[in-house]
């Protein structure tokens, strides 16, 4: 019987490990493992700004929900008050009003419009958007010499691959660049706040704070 046991707990612990690494979650496991002001140590947002935005999206999420059910499908995500609205809406009626709704949100400072008006994506697409987002997300880590791969958010839809985020302008270059050769992605959005990058400061001196600047949404385009 223990032998028995002790094969289950091997078979769920090499499940979880496996899922893990399929969601390219790798960095936030290891950092959660560590202790929970991990993640937050590593969030260039304010810890206020991370509850906000978790706060932002599940008010949307839930007054989508109420007033068009299965009729559309339509991604609420926030990055330091900065909402992206992406997936599909029947008509443009509807994507004018569920824009509407995330401009009237408290704590939303800009919005990012990028539903699509159409049928639903069907499963098959979700499944794929979800893959290339892992896919991304693990050039991200590969890529940690060039920046933090928990500073970029990335949202797939019908392979165009959204990136948010508080970062340098090159991070943000070499986030999108790596985010372009990935396979399967069609396009990509680069929806930023950029800081100046300011010079390392002496040891004695305490951290330089920094401004972030928004700024209008860029597509790069991919490789042929």
């Known amino acids: 019987m223990s032998q028995i046991r002790s094969i289950a707990v091997a ?31 590593t969030d260039r947002r304010s810890v206020g700004a991370q509850a906000d935005d978790e706060a ?29 609205l992406s997936g599909e809406v029947p008509n443009q009626g509807i994507w004018a009003s569920i824009g509407n709704l995330a401009k009237n949100t408290v704590k939303v400072r800009i919005v990012h419009n990028e ?15 979800t893959f290339i987002t892992s896919k991304v997300k ?11 791969a928990t500073h970029v958010k990335v949202v797939t839809q019908r392979g165009i691959v959204y990136l948010m985020g508080i970062v340098t302008r ?19 959005v680069k929806l930023f706040e950029y800081i100046a990058a300011p010079p390392p400061p002496p040891q004695t001196s305490p951290p330089a704070t920094s401004t972030t600047t928004p700024t209008p949404a860029t597509t790069t385009p991919v490789p042929k």
């Not at 999420?61 to 068009?68: E, G, L």
């Not at 693990?138 to 933090?148: H, P, Y």
């Open 11 to 41: 078979v769920a612990l090499l499940a979880t490990a496996t899922a893990t690494l399929l969601t390219g979650c790798v960095p936030l496991v290891v950092a959660g493992a560590v202790g929970g002001t991990a993640l937050v140590a």
């Open 56 to 84: 932002i999206e599940l008010k949307l999420a839930d007054a989508i929900n109420t007033q068009y059910g299965e009729s559309v499908h339509a991604i609420a995500t926030s990055y330091n008050g900065i909402v992206l």
């Open 138 to 148: 693990t050039r991200f880590v590969e890529a940690s010499k060039e920046f933090s």
């Open 170 to 188: 090159p991070e943000g270059d070499a986030a999108a660049r790596i985010a372009s050769t990935t396979t399967g992605v069609v396009r990509v």
């Open 115 to 129: 539903l699509a008006v159409g049928p639903n994506a069907d499963l098959s697409v979700r499944s794929n958007d």
